[in-house]
């Protein structure tokens, strides 16, 4: 593993609130930012191998426009292995952590995409000087110089953080 970047999950709508929150769709903005955040990020990154993500509707929706975008630039990027777990539908750090862990060898990038506060913990836990949420749509990305993924808090520093409404 070379790097992992997190993604969390664009803008939902609440267009239909008799839908469970696992069932909520994006809003237009959320699939335009998701959009966007793939061509941003295409420019920025190398293509990812693998994406793992929460099975909620809202964060596949995300990463399905997230990579298309991405591949519009980079064709490689829609080879990506995708992976939904279960267990990062409102995921907290430690499950982040044995999220990485039992995938960091299957890919040298590994994009991670999931909720708030979860995510933001995550982040925060990887890179010490990180501090608070993660928007919407915003992506954080981390080398990572050891070639596997390690478990001491504070071994990472973000070097791309981006949030829609900076490019938008």
């Known amino acids: 593993m070379t790097r992992i970047t997190l993604l969390r999950h664009a803008k939902s709508s609440w267009d239909h609130p ?7 769709p994006l809003n ?18 190398p293509v990812p191998d693998f994406v793992i993500l929460s099975p909620s ?18 064709k490689r990027a829609g080879s990506a292995e995708i992976l939904e777990m279960d ?7 430690s499950d982040w952590i044995q999220a990485m862990k039992e995938i960091s060898s299957r890919g040298n990038h590994v994009v991670g995409c999931g909720h708030q506060p979860g995510i933001g913990d995550f982040a925060s836990w ?10 919407t749509g915003a992506v954080l990305s981390f080398p990572v110089s050891e070639g596997f993924f390690s478990e001491q808090r504070g071994s990472y520093s973000a070097d791309f953080i981006g949030r829609p409404k900076e490019f938008g």
């Open 18 to 24: 008799e839908l469970s929150d696992m069932h909520r």
């Open 28 to 45: 237009g903005r959320g699939e335009r930012a998701a959009a966007l955040m793939g061509t941003i990020c295409a420019e920025r990154l």
């Open 57 to 74: 509707v809202r964060t596949k929706s995300t990463v399905r426009l997230f990579l298309e975008a991405w591949s519009a630039v980079d």
């Open 87 to 93: 267990e990062l539908y409102l995921a907290g750090r």
């Open 126 to 135: 990887l890179d010490s000087n990180f501090h608070g949420d993660v928007p």
